[in-house]
T-cell receptor
Framework: GQQLNQSPQSMFIQEGEDVSMNCTSSSIFNTWLWYKQEPGEGPVLLIA?????ELTSNGRLTAQFGITRKDSFLNISASIPSDVGIYFCAGQKYTGNQFYFGTGTSLTVIP | GAVVSQHPSRVICKSGTSVKIECRSL??????MFWYRQFPKQSLMLMATSNEGSKATYEQGVEKDKFLINHASLTLSTLTVTSAHPEDSSFYIC???????????FGPGTRLLVL
């Protein structure tokens, strides 16, 4: 199946720093979701985006649906240790029912 | 929020045996459930899409006779790994989609180890 490319693959940051990660695809998607997964657990939904250009926040997290419909961005402000985990983007194509997942960004926050 | 459970959370079995994993939506009806497989340090790979009352749709490369999916009700889907082999060892995760909505909610996953 199709896979979305996430960047960076991993990040090591100091507590309090802001984080930016993105997700790109060669295809157009009409829905983007961002999930966080901790070891041994299933992904937890963070933010859902439904319209090109949409900017949505959830606490310290902000995500944007790219204008081209081929990318999405996730920002985390003032990171804290509990932000540690793997962040996945997921996109749904216009005509499809399933979501395709990104390659993941592993985030480590150093206290 | 929407809660999805999986059972068992961990299972160890001998090669050649079959293992059944249950996925339940606890507080909503899910017309569609999805089954994913995740290998260590890798992303989630969709195995199949399960619609209530109809046959599952399998992704390319996933053997439907090996990974049997049943979605008998709006709150339960099962994945049976038949004649399991060590290479089937993985983290299996289900998700459920609320009827009429686009978002998916994931279960906590099932860790399968085949000896």
């Amino acid at each position: 199946g199709q896979q979305l490319n996430q960047s960076p693959q991993s990040m090591f940051i100091q507590e309090g720093e802001d984080v930016s990660m993105n997700c790109t695809s060669s295809s157009i998607f009409n829905t983007w979701l961002w999930y966080k997964q901790e070891p041994g657990e299933g992904p937890v939904l963070l933010i859902a985006l439904y319209k090109a250009g949409e900017l949505t926040s959830n606490g310290r997290l902000t995500a944007q649906f790219g204008i081209t419909r081929k990318d999405s961005f996730l920002n985390i402000s003032a990171s804290i240790p509990s932000d540690v985990g793997i962040y996945f983007c997921a996109g749904q194509k216009y005509t499809g029912n399933q979501f395709y997942f990104g390659t993941g960004t592993s985030l480590t926050v150093i206290p | 929020g929407a809660v999805v459970s999986q059972h068992p959370s961990r299972v160890i079995c001998k090669s050649g045996t079959s293992v059944k994993i249950e996925c339940r939506s606890l507080d909503f009806q899910a017309t569609t459930m999805f089954w994913y497989r995740q290998f260590p340090k890798q992303s989630l790979m969709l195995m199949a899409t399960s619609n209530e009352g109809s046959k599952a749709t399998y992704e390319q490369g996933v053997e439907k006779d090996k990974f049997l999916i049943n979605h008998a009700s709006l709150t339960l889907s099962t994945l049976t790994v038949t004649s399991a082999h060590p290479e089937d060892s993985s983290f299996y995760i289900c998700s459920a989609r609320l009827a009429g909505l686009l978002t998916q909610y994931f279960g906590p996953g099932t860790r399968l180890l085949v000896l």
